[in-house]
């Protein structure tokens, strides 16, 4: 007997719903970047500038002690947060300490983190600093830059892509579920305070990269439908293209979903922000294809002219059919 | 039908055996690292030890030996990206000019009169003449010093420009000239933080150019951060200058052919120098640390022979003066000169540890850095960290992998089977590739190949639900599955290549972490294409040969 996520033959009425997914779509949104301009982003040192210190310890980490050692240093503002995470064996106390940029110091001196050591290791003689990483204001700058120059070509490489491969309604379709993809990605990163930082980056650009893959699937049996049923209205076929696949659909997502669950639980607590963010994505990305990438092209309607050999898609739309 | 050309069949197989054969050392990192080092340190003319031997033995020549390089995150190590200061050279290249001009300007002393240089600002050399009515002249003269600059950019350019005020003829570099310089500055920073990184015997250090003023230093296995700055931030420039006055106040006015520097031991000195040294270390050839005559740690250095020259006519015109070694812009040491040293070596005394003679032998053999670096971003990651992240990655990518192949084998069945031995070849030819490269695996990346390992199958999914659809309609299995590849060609293509112009991009755009996940991305791409395309119906077409099945069930 063969696991079947879907059954043989469907034929659920998917565009039924439009108006109230795109609705909701289109709330979630506003939502997430109200939040996104309320609570703003927890950046990390990547764009902020600073230093983090990871400390370890057998003893437990005491937040209040390590902050009173750290008092007289007049660091400005230190934040201090302990990480849990399922795979740390009993007697593994790690905890993570954040000093801002320091006025006019490039990037922060030798003195200041011995300085941290030192005060820390007075509150407790068996703390060990496995990581201590420290970005000057310059570069952080600079990264803020590139971040969001790396997102935008990313946007852009598509864009004209599905452009040359199918038709512009198409491009518009596949940003705007980038779009949406992208804006809550950063809705949850400020709603829960992930910390942002250079990983989330690539992890929002893999999202992207996941994002288009499912949609350009479905978009490409749309093509490919569009060609067979030439008289069919788009809602139809649009319903028709997504129910065929449905299947594959979801057990791509699912199979990518299991192996990131893995890398979610047993990854270590270093690159969970990162993992959740791709998580979290290939949920959005899965829905984004379907609710809001062929909602878009619904609206903007395609070209149909029954006369033309091809309906559907550009004349590089074949190059490899 | 469903036919596969011979050498089509064998090609594949071929790609497939190369692919595990690459990757295989990875399964045995330790011995083969060893080895590795080990040739390493034959070809660099190391006597052979039985350490040596040994390690050589612990796997075997013929075998490819190649290893995915493990990033900083993974292995532990420092970071650092410096930001090189061009303008420091600017000053040095003027006061290189300074004697021209001066020989120049004394030329024509019946126009301009007594010359004289002024403080400035680095980038600049003030003179003074004491007839403002010959400024013309000597500007003029100056002017004909100017040097055409060889370079591809700079055609057509003087490498100086000349301006005339008053009593004042200033001179400074021309636009063109501090591209130059500029280029050159960070050139020689390159290879000198190279130089020191290896002498202190590091391994697989990565040293790379960043922009137009930034180096990225990444020295896997050092303690920290803080330990590789003190190696490659200090400048090591060695000079040695004539004393003028060994004690003066800290705050002595100076003309331009002097200079106050402090005493390195003890800051409440101040001795006054020429400024000109006798001789730089850039004629040094050899340093090495070692103990002067009462036992103490001392730095012993040989000359060239100009240097060796230029030293021995100072020191044999000037017995009993004393002299200064400098060290950037510190006096290590001021003796007297006792007698003439022609043999072309000495030796510089300090208040030196043994470690300190150490580094400072490494530092002088490698040279000096043209420019002061100031480091913008560091980063030490400790090795326990490392190693736990990559247990902690072994440990997901094993789970991820034994998930996907339970799930694939229960919705496909055989077909599963066979999407699972391709999944097996497609992370085998990850790091295969990766290994061939010279790939680093970095955190993120370890996440690129779980991500791939459950995208991978995507493309075997869609052939596969293509040949059930094509099932209900097509006539006969062979024809299903050959309309099932067929026609999900091009969904593969374009969700592929959509995915892969993201890698790229991150490849462009990122740095350190990122881009190592860009590149297991990108590599996890290709790999499962020619898995999912070649590989899965190579294996379904020789078994569909044995079986003929009058009917399948995907």
């Known amino acids: ?321 | 039908m469903l036919q596969i050309a011979l050498w089509k069949r064998l090609s594949i197989l071929l790609v497939c055996v190369i692919g595990l054969a690459l990757a295989a050392p990875n399964l045995f990192y330790g011995p083969v690292e060893r080895h590795n080092d080990a040739a390493d340190a034959l070809e660099r003319g190391a006597i052979s030890t039985p350490e040596i031997e040994a390690a050589l033995a612990e796997w075997p020549d013929a075998l490819p030996s190649g290893l995915v390089n493990l990033g900083l995150d993974l292995r532990g190590g420092a970071h650092l990206l410096a930001e090189v200061q061009l303008q420091d050279v600017y000053e040095g290249r003027l006061d290189g000019y300074w004697p021209d001009v001066r020989d120049t300007l004394r030329g024509v002393r019946e126009q301009v009169g007594t010359i004289r240089r002024q403080d400035s600002p680095p980038d600049e050399l003030r003179i003074r003449i004491s007839r403002p009515e010959g400024l013309q002249v000597a500007v003029d003269a100056v002017r004909d010093l100017a040097q055409p600059i060889v370079s591809l950019t700079g055609v057509g350019e003087q490498d100086i420009d000349v301006a005339g005020a008053g009593d004042i003829v200033t001179v400074t570099l021309s636009d063109a000239e501090k591209a130059a310089t500029d280029d050159r500055t960070l050139q020689q920073s390159l290879e000198i933080i190279r130089r020191r990184v290896d002498e202190a015997g590091t391994r697989e250090p990565t040293i790379q150019r960043q922009g137009a003023d930034r180096i990225l230093i990444q020295v896997p296995g050092i303690g920290s951060a803080q330990e590789l700055k003190e190696l490659i931030g200090t400048t090591a420039k060695l000079t040695f200058h004539p004393v003028i006055s060994r004690s003066v106040a800290a705050d002595t006015r100076t003309d331009g052919d002097q200079i106050a520097l402090p005493d390195m031991d003890d800051a409440s000195r101040t001795l006054l120098l020429e400024r000109s040294p006798v001789v730089t270390g850039d004629d040094l050839v050899d340093s090495q640390p070692g103990f002067d005559q009462n036992g103490r740690p001392a730095v012993t250095f040989r000359f060239n022979p100009s240097g060796a020259r230029k030293f021995g006519e100072y020191t044999s015109a000037n017995i009993g003066a004393p002299f200064a070694i400098v060290l950037d812009d510190e006096v290590v040491t001021d003796p007297t000169i006792q007698s003439a040293i022609t043999g072309g070596s000495g030796q510089i005394t300090g208040n030196f540890t043994v470690e300190e003679a150490n580094r400072l032998s490494i530092l002088l053999r490698a040279g000096a850095l043209p420019a002061e670096m100031t480091f913008l971003e560091e980063r030490t990651i400790g090795p326990e960290l490392g190693q736990d992240s990559i247990d902690a990655g072994q440990v997901a990518s094993l789970v991820a992998m034994a998930a996907v192949v339970v799930f694939m084998i229960a919705s496909y069945g055989l077909f599963g089977a066979f999407a699972t031995v391709a999944l097996g070849i497609n992370v085998a030819l990850i790091f295969g590739i990766l290994s061939l490269i010279g790939g680093t695996l970095t955190l993120p990346g370890i996440a690129g190949i779980v991500l791939t390992i459950g995208m991978a199958v995507d493309a075997n999914v869609l052939v596969f639900e293509r040949i059930r659809e094509e099932l209900k309609t097509a006539r006969g299995p062979a024809r299903a599955i050959e309309l099932g590849y067929e026609r999900a060609l091009s969904a593969i293509i374009d969700a592929n290549i959509t995915t892969f112009i993201i890698a790229v991009i991150l490849f462009t755009l990122g740095s350190g972490p990122v881009r190592g996940f860009a590149v297991t991305l990108g590599i996890g791409i290709l790999t499962s294409v020619f898995t999912a395309i070649f590989v899965t119906r190579l294996l379904i077409v020789i078994w569909f040969e044995r079986r003929r099945p009058k009917t399948i069930e995907v």
């Not at chain 1, 669950?261 to 990162?274: E, H, S, Y």
């Not at chain 1, 309906?311 to 190059?319: L, R, S, Y």
């Open chain 1, 1 to 321: 007997m063969r696991l079947r996520l879907v059954p043989q033959d469907t034929n659920w009425d998917f565009m039924r719903y439009r108006k109230f997914t795109f609705g909701a779509s289109v709330v979630a949104m506003v939502g997430a970047i109200a939040i996104w301009l309320i609570v703003g982003l927890n950046f990390g040192i990547d764009f902020l500038g600073g230093t983090t210190i990871r400390t370890e310890s057998t003893a437990s980490v005491d937040v209040a002690a390590y902050r009173a050692a750290l008092e007289p240093l007049g660091l400005g503002d230190v934040t201090i947060t302990e990480v849990f995470d399922p795979t740390f064996e009993a007697g593994r106390n790690v905890a993570q300490v954040r000093i801002q940029a320091q006025e006019g110091a490039e990037s922060v001196t030798p003195e200041v983190i011995a300085g941290v050591e030192a005060a820390l290791q007075t509150v407790d003689p068996s703390i060990t600093f496995p990581s201590v990483e420290s970005v000057g204001p310059k570069v952080s700058g600079e990264l803020i830059t590139t971040a969001l120059l790396a997102v935008g070509a990313s946007l852009v490489a598509i864009l004209f892509y599905i452009w040359l491969r199918f038709e512009w309604q198409f491009s518009v379709g596949a940003i705007a579920a980038l779009v949406h993809d992208v804006v809550l990605t950063i809705g949850v990163f400020s709603l829960l305070q992930i910390r942002f930082d250079l990983a989330t980056i690539a992890a929002i650009l893999t999202i992207i990269g996941y994002s288009i893959n499912d949609t350009v699937v479905i978009f490409d049996r749309l093509r490919e439908n569009l060609i067979k049923f030439k008289k069919t209205p788009l809602i139809d076929i649009m319903n028709k293209s997504v129910n065929e696949t449905l299947s594959r659909t979801l057990m791509t997502s699912g199979t990518t979903l299991l192996a990131l669950v893995a890398l979610l639980v047993l990854g270590g607590d270093v690159i969970r922000g990162f993992v959740f963010a791709i998580f979290w994505g290939v949920i959005v990305g899965t829905y984004s294809s379907v609710y809001v990438a062929k909602n878009v092209v619904l609206m903007l309607g395609v070209d149909r002219d029954p006369k033309k050999p091809s309906d559907a898609g550009t004349q590089f739309a074949n190059i490899d059919a």
